[in-house]
């Protein structure tokens, strides 16, 4: 089976989280992206110090379209150095997995 994976990213508003989760969503390169909006962030940018509130994604893929998946994100995101984090789902209800995989193939035909 296609190695599914969970991604995380955060973006500064919600407008952007919305437009990006459609994006991949629709090119399938995601089968599902949650929104949860008013996450705190603190962080170390440039030397200093900062705060930040920020919208985070949940988006659920596999490996075979995760390379085209960071590469729409880096297009759409508004941060200099996006944060990118992709882990292997290593466990969860296999007919969950397996509508990742149906819902991220490229080969598809209604």
């Known amino acids: 089976m296609e190695q599914a994976l969970l991604v995380f ?18 090119s399938r390169l995601a089968a599902c992206v949650n929104i949860m909006p008013a996450v705190q962030s603190i962080y170390r940018w440039q030397g200093q110090i900062d705060e930040a509130t920020e919208v985070t994604l949940l988006i659920k893929t596999t490996q075979q379209q995760y390379d085209q998946l960071q590469q729409a994100i880096v297009d759409i995101h508004p941060y200099e150095l996006p944060e990118i984090i992709a882990t292997p789902i290593v466990a969860a209800y296999a007919p969950y997995l397996n509508w990742i995989v149906a819902e991220t193939a490229k080969d598809i035909h209604a």
């Open 9 to 26: 990213t955060n973006v500064p508003e919600l407008v952007t989280a919305q437009l990006l989760a459609r994006k991949l969503v629709e």
